[in-house]
C-alpha cells in the first residue's frame, strides 16, 4: 500500500513538474506580444515539444521586458558531403556561422550563398505559402532562413546527415537503462536461484512470465524460446520509451516515425525469415479459390499485405503516443488561447481548473497507453510471425 501511495505522488510530482517547464515558454510568448513583438503561435509551440531537433531545451529564463532566454543543450551537426568527407560542426550556431551551410526546419543544407536581391517573386511565393522555406525561380532553388532572409541552394550538395538528435540520444540512454536493469535482473536470477525473487527481480520477473506467457507462448509455440529475447526487448524498450516520453525534457520517442518503421522493419524481416512453402504459397497461389479470382483479386491484396501490416505496427504506435502528446498540449495551451495571450486574465483563470482536471486526466491516461501499446506492438509481431510459420503449426505449436 505504502508503495503504491508513493509511486501516485511520484507520478504526480512528475505532472506538475512537466507543466511547469512548459508554462514558461508559453507565458513569455504571451508577453512578447503584449510588448508588441511577434507571438510565436501556440501550432508551433506544441509541434516543437513533440518534434525531434537538435537542440535538448530545458527551460526559460525570463530577461525582463525583452522576453525570455532559453537554456539548452546543443547537439552536434555531423554529416557527409560527397567530395568533401565529413564535417562536424558543435551547435547549430556554428553551423549557422559558417559560409557554406546553413540549418532550416532543423535540416542541414548547402548553400552557395546570399541571394543579392530580394525578388518580389519570392515575396510572392513565401506570402502566398508561409509554411514552404525552398523556392524556385528561374531554375535557380532559394531557402529562406531564420529572419526571412534568403539563401541559394546548392541542391547538388547531396549532403548525409548523420547527426545525433534529441530523439538518438534518449534512445542510448533508454538502452544502457535496459542494460543495467535486466543485468541486475539476471544477477538476482542467479543469486536466487531456488529461492524466492527479491528486489528488482520480484519486479519484473512477473511482467518478464507476462510476456512469454500470455504474448509470445499462445502464437508462437515451441518457438517461444527462439523468440523470447526480441520480444522483450521490443515490449520493454517501448514500455520504458513511452513511460519516458511523459517525464519532463524526454523526447517524444514512440511518437517518431523514424522509430515507429525501424520497430516495424525489424518485425518485418524476422516475419520473412519464418516463412515456409505453406506460407508463400497462400500468397502467390491460394489454394481451393479459381485462377481468375487468384490473379485478379487475392494475389493482389495477398502481397498488399505483406507490407501493410509492418505499415500498420508503425502507424498505431506513433499516432497513439503523439495523440496523447498533443491532447495533453492543447489542453494546456487553452487556458493561453482563452485568455487572448494575457489580455482577458478573467477567462484564462476561468478555463484553467477544467483544463487541469483533463490534462491530468488526459495524463493518466497516457500511463496506461504506454503500457498497452507496447502489449499490442509485441502481440501483433508475435501474430504476424507465426503467420509466417503458415502450414508448420504442427511444428510450431
Known amino acids: ?179 543495467f536493469v535486466f543485468t541486475a535482473v539476471a544477477k538476482g536470477y542467479r543469486n536466487n536461484e531456488g529461492k524466492a525473487p527479491s528486489g528488482i527481480q520480484s519486479f519484473f520477473e512477473p511482467v518478464i512470465l507476462f510476456v512469454k506467457t500470455d504474448i509470445v507462448q499462445p502464437y508462437l509455440g515451441k518457438k517461444t524460446d527462439k523468440y523470447m529475447p526480441y520480444m522483450l526487448t521490443l515490449f520493454f524498450f517501448i514500455f520504458f520509451s513511452n513511460l519516458f516520453g511523459l517525464v519532463p525534457w524526454n523526447s517524444n520517442i514512440a511518437g517518431n516515425t523514424s522509430v515507429t518503421a525501424a520497430l516495424a522493419m525489424l518485425t518485418f524481416l524476422l516475419t520473412m525469415t519464418a516463412t515456409n512453402k505453406h506460407y508463400w504459397q497462400h500468397i502467390f497461389w491460394f489454394p481451393g479459390v479459381p485462377v481468375l479470382i487468384r490473379v485478379l483479386i487475392m494475389l493482389p491484396i495477398e502481397v498488399l499485405g505483406i507490407f501493410t501490416k509492418p505499415f500498420a505496427l508503425a502507424i498505431r504506435l506513433f499516432a497513439n503516443i503523439s495523440g496523447g502528446h498533443f491532447m495533453v498540449l492543447a489542453l494546456v495551451c487553452l487556458i493561453f488561447i482563452m485568455g487572448e495571450n494575457g489580455k482577458n486574465m478573467g477567462a484564462a483563470m476561468g478555463i484553467a481548473p477544467m483544463s487541469y482536471l483533463f490534462t491530468v486526466f488526459i495524463y493518466f491516461l497516457e500511463l496506461l497507453v504506454a503500457g498497452i501499446q507496447a502489449y499490442v506492438f509485441a502481440l501483433l509481431s508475435a501474430v504476424f510471425i507465426s503467420q509466417a510459420m503458415e502450414g508448420g503449426h504442427e511444428e510450431s505449436h
Open 1 to 179: 500500500m505504502q508503495l503504491a501511495t508513493n509511486t501516485g505522488k511520484s507520478i504526480i510530482y512528475a505532472f506538475l513538474f512537466w507543466l511547469i517547464s512548459f508554462f514558461p515558454q508559453a507565458l513569455f510568448a504571451s508577453e512578447n506580444q503584449a510588448g508588441g513583438e511577434e507571438e510565436e503561435p501556440i501550432a508551433d509551440i506544441i509541434k516543437h515539444h513533440v518534434a525531434d531537433n537538435h537542440d535538448w531545451h530545458i527551460f526559460d529564463i525570463p530577461k525582463g521586458d525583452s522576453g525570455y532566454m532559453a537554456v539548452a543543450i546543443h547537439l552536434p551537426w555531423f554529416f557527409y558531403e560527397p567530395g568533401k568527407g565529413f564535417q562536424f560542426f558543435g551547435s547549430t550556431e556554428a553551423v549557422a556561422e559558417s559560409n557554406d551551410y546553413v540549418i532550416a526546419h532543423d535540416n542541414v543544407y548547402k548553400v552557395k550563398g546570399k541571394s543579392l536581391i530580394k525578388s518580389e517573386e519570392l515575396e510572392r511565393l513565401a506570402a502566398a505559402s508561409p509554411a514552404e522555406y525552398k523556392f524556385e525561380i528561374n531554375n535557380i532553388k532559394y531557402i529562406r532562413i531564420e529572419g526571412g532572409e534568403y539563401m541559394i541552394l546548392d541542391s547538388e550538395a547531396g549532403l548525409l546527415d548523420f547527426s545525433i538528435t534529441k530523439t538518438s540520444l534518449h534512445i542510448f540512454f533508454i538502452c544502457l537503462l535496459l542494460f
